[in-house]
């Protein structure tokens, strides 16, 4: 991977000259307006175009977990960077803040996950990321969390949380200070072979209109909107749940770090509220026009069992205020899509006939809001490094090999597997 130093964060729009090359990017969540932003900001005359508003799909809902540890070396580097740009964002993008805490990966006793940690931790550890293998006592030493039934964790340091939704606007603004068009409400397909895209929306019904390239980050829609244009992939939307909730009856906050219970399958973070937990997978294809967006009752039972397990705050603290254990204040809980792919990578660069010059961004597996400002980055430089006739293949091409397109056929069979489990992080 490689990737320039070219500033992405300008408050000036770049300058055009006759020959900047027209981008359309399709879906303006997390992927979508930082490729926008980051087109625009390197010469690109962009348009962004989602059919709600910004932030509309998967992005707004969120969890805003942020990590670098990964043990696979292009995640490591695509996080190390991801996290890099939110971290200078915290200082330069208005209206978006970034907070560090630490992740601590947590896994009990009789797990047969536990005997992959200390391998996973070496891994992660070899590729720079600060990630250290703890004993369960010196955990319980460090944190309010409970610690007896574990068999080991890691603790990775240079993790963090934010709220997407701000993410997404604020890299919104950043995309039109960069001189990015951006029309929501206007949901488009493509039009042919080629970077055509037909312009549904209400105020231009019909309009066809031609770029130089096209890049498609719509998130749980991208197999519906590739195969109504006769391009099959293997990209799957899962549902996935979170919630938010008050503890010790809505006067304490959850001041520990984030905490991804393995064994559970649940995760918590602080919130402005109190906390944030989620998890919720429901590993079944899911119908991006038709799903459930509420969170369901077995979900919040489930998890608020594993919160009074697992936090002091809770358990100590209980719903009422009274002292008693029992579940946090519950105040939202909610579902969204994520997407995965055979082997749970993504796919990012061109699409079908590199000629036709329409490039993809899809598949995260749960992780593609804490990789978009990398995920932007690259197929910013990605798609102006095509359009100059450096191809995918070229050993200088931005592009991520690993995350080719075409290494599918598209019509693969395979089990959606929940992205943030340890065996998900461990595969060769
Ligand atoms: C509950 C929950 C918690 C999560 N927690 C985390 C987390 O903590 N960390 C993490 O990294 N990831 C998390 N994820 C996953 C994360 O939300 C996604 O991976 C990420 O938001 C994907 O971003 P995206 O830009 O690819 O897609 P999206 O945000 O879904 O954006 C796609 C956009 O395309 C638009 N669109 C679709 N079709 C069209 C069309 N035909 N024309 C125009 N526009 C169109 C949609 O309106 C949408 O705005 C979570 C997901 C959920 C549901």
Redesign the pocket.
Known sequence: MSRSDAPTDRDVPADRGPSSPEVAV???????VTAAADLAARGADVTL??????????????????YDAYAEDVDAALAARAMERFRAFDRSLPGFSFTSCPYVIAVREGDSDAEAVPAMVDRMRAHGRDVSLVDPATLGDRFPIATDDLAVAAVAEGAGWCD?ASY?AATGERARREGVAVETD????LAGDGPELRVGGVEQPGDSREFDAVVV?????TAE?LGDAGIEVPVVPYR???LTAGVGGGSASYDAPMVYDATAGAYVRPHPTGLLA?DGTEPVPADPEDYDPTGDDWFVESVSSTLRERLDAVGEGGADGAGETDAPDVERA??????ATPDGDPLVGPIGDPADRVFV??G?Q???????PAIGEIVAEGVLASLDGREANDPESPWIDAFAPDRFDGDEEFEIAEGMSVEGRVRE
């Open positions: 399709v879906g303006g969540g997390a992927v979508g175009f989602d059919r709600g508003d910004l932030g509309a799909g998967s992005s707004g809902r969120a969890a805003g977990v942020l997407p997404v206007t949901p488009v397909s980050a719509v998130g749980a829609h909107f996935v749940q979170a989620g909610w579902a969204g899509l994520c997407t961004a899809a995260w749960g992780h593609g809001f804490m990789r978009a």
